[in-house]
Structure formats: structure tokens, C-alpha cells
């Protein structure tokens, strides 16, 4: 009887021991796989509308952003972001000096910074507090119509906003955010002084 067959017989025993004795390890993340610990990064668009609380007009416009939430798993979650939006508005004034109408029309570009903390309220909805503070280059124009006088001055001022609203997670990495924000933009022209806004914004954000 040939010793072949119990040779070649042995040596595969001997090589799949060591495999069977070997621990099960579970698959790691593929590289550049976000994980529930990392700090996911969402992009986002919005709709907002400003109601002055003064003599200035009421404006709308867009805001983008870009956000970095903490852990996607945990009922407290920390929200930093860059925006940079574009605001413009115009009505019809009465002119102190003179008496006469005149239209008046600002338009803004502010940029900021900001801070979010998301409550997690119930499966999917979030209670969204924060703030944020930047700058605001913009310009502003009044002008006569009747007199041919016209009034134009750019402005480069702080800006800040406080606010609070409602999130819902709508998919896997969709996010759709309904809220309220007081802002105050510090500008000092002739005729255009500071003014507060009450502003209303309706966006989403999303992985890319």
C-alpha cells in the first residue's frame, strides 16, 4: 500500500487546523465609511424670510451651509456650521426731511458661524436650539423718484441671530428643518441704522 495518499491526507489536516482554532472577526468599515461615532458632514439649502422690526424693509433670500453633526446615535447631538446667505428687500418710505415717498432697498451677503444643540424629542424628530454670529457686506439705496434724488451707501457690519425650531430626519441622511431666528445686523449709513428681523426659514440638509 502506497504511503501517498495518508501523506497528502496528514498535511491537509495540519494546514486547516490552525484556520479552525482561529478567532471570528467581524468585517471593519470599508475605508471612507462613516461610522455612528465619526462626525458626519451634511450640506444643506434654505428658504428664509425677514420681517424688520423697524423702518428698514423686509427681506428674503437663500442660505447654504455646511454642517458637522456628532454621534448619529446618541439623543444629544453637537451641530457646528458655515453659512452664507443672500438677502434682499425693498418698500416705500416717507422721507423725514421732505415729506415725500421714496423707495428704499437693501441687499446683504452674510457670512457666520454657528452652534446647534439637537434634542432628540421623539423617533426621528429633533428639537434644534442654537446661534450664530458673523459679518454682513451689503449695500444700501433710497431714492426719490419725483425729485430724481437718489442715495446709495455699502456697508460692511456684525451680524447675530438666536433661534430655535423642529427637525425631522426624512431618510438615512436627510434632514428637513422648519424654524424661527431673531437676528440684529449692525449697520450705520445716513439714512440706514441698525435693524432687527424675525426671520422664517424652511430647508434641508444631506450627505453628498
Do not use: C
Not at 428658504?47 to 448619529?72: E, H, K
Not at 453637537?78 to 432697498?105: I, T, W
Amino acid at each position: 500500500m502506497s504511503k501517498t495518499p495518508l501523506y497528502t491526507f496528514g498535511t491537509a489536516v495540519a494546514l486547516a487546523l490552525p484556520g479552525l482554532a482561529a478567532p471570528y472577526v467581524l468585517p471593519s468599515p470599508q475605508t471612507g465609511a462613516l461610522t455612528p461615532y465619526d462626525w458626519h458632514p451634511m450640506y444643506g439649502i434654505e428658504s428664509i424670510y425677514g420681517v424688520s422690526t423697524n423702518d428698514m424693509p423686509n427681506t428674503w433670500g437663500v442660505r447654504g451651509s455646511f454642517n458637522l453633526y456628532s454621534n448619529a446615535e446618541n439623543r444629544w447631538r453637537h451641530q457646528f456650521s458655515l453659512q452664507g446667505a443672500y438677502l434682499e428687500g425693498s418698500d416705500d418710505v416717507v422721507l423725514h426731511h421732505s415729506r415725500r415717498h421714496a423707495n428704499q432697498k437693501i441687499w446683504s451677503v452674510p457670512m457666520t458661524a454657528g452652534y446647534d444643540l439637537n434634542f432628540g424629542l421623539v423617533d426621528k424628530l429633533f428639537l434644534d436650539i442654537g446661534g450664530k454670529a458673523g459679518y454682513a457686506l451689503g449695500q444700501y439705496r433710497l431714492k426719490d423718484n419725483h425729485a430724481r434724488w437718489r442715495y446709495e451707501d455699502s456697508f460692511g457690519a456684525f451680524t447675530f441671530s438666536v433661534g430655535a425650531g423642529l427637525k425631522v430626519q426624512a431618510g438615512e441622511s436627510i434632514m428637513v428643518k422648519l424654524g424661527y431666528e431673531y437676528a440684529r445686523t449692525y449697520i450705520h449709513t445716513e439714512y440706514a441704522r441698525s435693524f432687527s428681523q424675525h426671520v422664517i426659514s424652511l430647508g434641508v440638509s444631506s450627505v453628498f
